[in-house]
């Protein structure tokens, strides 16, 4: 006979049932794979989710959409020589509020005492902005047909414009050329950082796996290129770039050059992280099985260093970015027609236009905002490919 008192524990009523599992934080935690760890706890550093945004906003404006976004082409001149910044304005001269901003029109005047061509507001020229406003035609991607542009001037008033950072010595408008520019900056730092780490890499994995004379001649050539200062290394390999190239051709060597100069730094942490791998469990057991060794380095070993080589190149983009502009400043880099923000920078490359046309250094803070965004971001995947440390 069953004791009709005795229950199942948790049928009483009078009970709270229990509940079969207690789903923590940490217990969901722990039931993760490892890049469902790293993204919760990527997640949790706002500042690296902040630098995250920032850059994914830099790549998707100057990169994919450039020519929506700028409201005149890249070489698209006016009749406005070094004209500064138009303020956008809600109330006119008279105290009367307009829910549609608009630019006061400029008048051209000369300062005799400075022998200088300025510019005042005209305030009896309003020009209204708008959104969305038809322009000059372009091709989105490459290949869609296009004359559409975020915003502007009103296309109906005849020789209506907007300069919101003025124009340079041209005439061309400064806020389309920084957007073109970046197009070209972060681009160099992104492609020139994926064939960084593929080089070093890959000697960084051959060094470390094989040892003996690969490693010494591995190690011996990374010193070697990072025995050269960069400025006079950068200036003697600019300089043995022939002037009648294309800019094209000249854009892919400087891109080379970078290369050159930064593999050899992450080539070394590769070949320290393949040499504490290289003696586990399970690449003795893919080698016992007769796994080449080209699957073992790139199969077994490379993949354990992705997290510390994705960190690293995350960190590297930065100092691709400014080598470029600096290169650039100087004369060494890109030339022009191609556009960078080291280019535009050389419009102030002497202290009279520093002083009279400082509107032309604004492409600076657009190059300390994507570098400090892309070390928010790497400082964040750092944290982050380390889950289970730092709790």
């Not at 049928?11 to 790293?38: A, C, F, H, I, R």
Request: hydrophobic share 45%.
């Amino acid at each position: 006979m069953i004791d009709q008192n005795l229950q199942t524990p948790g049928t009483d009523p009078q009970e709270p049932e229990v509940p079969k599992v207690m789903k923590t934080g940490q217990e969901e935690e722990g039931s993760q794979n490892y890049w469902s760890l790293v993204w919760w706890k990527f997640k949790k550093n706002k500042l690296a989710v902040a630098g995250g945004v920032i850059v994914a906003l830099f790549y998707l404006i100057c990169f994919f959409f450039a020519e929506f976004f700028a409201p005149y082409q890249l070489h698209q001149r006016m009749d406005y020589f070094r004209a500064p910044p138009q303020t956008i304005r809600f109330v006119d001269s008279e105290g009367k509020f307009s829910l549609r901003p608009f630019v006061y029109g400029l008048e051209e005047t000369i300062d005799l005492e400075l022998r200088l061509r300025t510019y005042v507001e005209d305030q009896d020229l309003i020009y209204p902005l708008h959104l969305f406003v038809q322009g000059e035609g372009y091709e989105l991607f490459g290949f869609i047909p296009m004359n559409l542009h975020l915003f502007g001037a009103d296309p109906s008033i005849e020789g209506s414009h907007v300069f919101i950072f003025g124009t340079d010595s041209l005439g061309r408008d400064v806020f389309s050329r920084i957007i073109y520019g970046g197009r070209m900056s972060l681009w160099i730092g992104l492609l020139g950082q994926v064939l960084t780490m593929l080089l070093g890499v890959s000697l960084g994995a051959i060094s470390g796996f094989y040892g003996g004379v690969t490693d010494i001649v591995v190690q011996r050539l990374t010193e070697f290129v990072a025995a050269f200062p960069d400025i006079p290394l950068f200036i003697a390999l600019a300089a043995a770039i022939p002037v009648g190239w294309s800019p094209e051709l000249i854009y892919f060597i400087l891109t080379l050059i970078l290369v050159f100069i930064r593999w050899g730094g992450l080539a070394r942490q590769v070949r320290g992280l393949i040499l504490s791998l290289r003696e586990r469990e399970y690449v003795l057991a893919a080698q016992s099985c007769g796994a080449s060794d080209m699957r073992v380095m790139f199969k077994h070993l490379v993949p354990g260093t992705l997290s510390h080589v994705i960190v690293i190149g995350t960190l590297m983009i930065p100092g691709m970015i400014l080598s470029e502009t600096a290169l650039s400043w100087l004369g060494l880099g890109l030339r022009p027609p191609l556009t960078s923000w080291g280019v535009l920078l050389q419009e102030v490359a002497n202290v009279r236009s520093i002083r009279y046309y400082p509107w032309l250094l604004i492409p600076v803070p657009f190059v300390i905002f994507s570098i400090l965004a892309f070390n928010m971001l790497g400082d964040g995947l750092r944290d982050a490919m380390d889950p289970y440390g730092g709790q």
